[in-house]
T-cell receptor
């Protein structure tokens, strides 16, 4: 089983719909992250959490929100999806040293 | 614009050649760097890391070189194989020590021909 699991792996939705991407991990790490990947733009940080009571905005947090339900769970929400949020989304975890361990990604298409 | 960003730098090599992928980083205060490999349809995977108190680190078939003077990082892959074909990202940590996050470069595509 994967150490970092994302659901759903693929989702097609319409403009204005609320979407939640979920992430769970079995690595026992305190730190969790959500990144967005667009072709040719690399990975950009949306939100991160260093422990259950900690939430921080990343580089591109507008239009997104997160919830850290437990040490092992970190979900990303799009309250009202728009087409330019079409992208590949990655959840990641790390310990204090900083190496990131990524999930397999969730491909979101907003029509 | 978005259309320019779609075109990743690409390095094409023959199987068995050595490959060198370069990365310029921006923050002179960054003290930890990582190279990741991303195969099609998968999440990025750790290859090798280096701290700023070193200028070279070797792994299995890979070497990372760090030049802090010009803020340059390189990944050398020896005897490149078709399975090395992927997009490679460098990442640097930024922020307060112990509470930093990784910032990624835009990536380089490596294509290995048999």
């Amino acid at each position: 089983d994967a150490d970092v699991t994302q659901t759903p792996r693929n989702r097609i939705t319409k403009t204005g719909k609320r979407i939640m991407l979920e992430c769970s991990q079995t690595k026992g790490h305190d730190r969790m992250y959500w990144y967005r990947q667009d072709p040719g733009l690399g990975l950009r940080l949306i939100y991160y959490s260093f422990d259950v009571k900690d939430i921080n905005k990343g580089e591109i947090s507008d239009g997104y929100s997160v919830s850290r339900q437990a040490q092992a769970k970190f979900s990303l929400s799009l309250e009202s999806a728009i087409p330019n949020q079409t992208a590949l989304y990655f959840c990641a975890t790390s310990d204090f040293k900083g190496e990131l361990f990524f999930g397999e990604g969730s491909r979101l298409t907003v029509l | 614009g978005e259309s320019v960003g779609l075109h990743l730098p690409t390095l094409s090599v023959q199987e068995g050649d050595n490959s060198i992928i370069n990365c310029a980083y921006s923050n002179s205060a960054s003290d930890y760097f990582i190279w990741y490999k991303q195969e099609s349809g998968k999440g990025p995977q750790f290859i090798i890391d280096i701290r700023s108190n070193m200028d070279k680190r070797q792994g299995q078939r890979v070497t990372v070189l760090l030049n802090k003077t010009v803020k340059h990082l390189s990944l050398q892959i020896a005897a490149t194989q078709p399975g090395d074909s992927a997009v490679y990202f460098c990442a640097e940590n930024r922020g307060r020590s112990g509470y930093s996050t990784l910032t990624f470069g835009k990536g380089t595509m490596l294509l290995v021909s048999p």
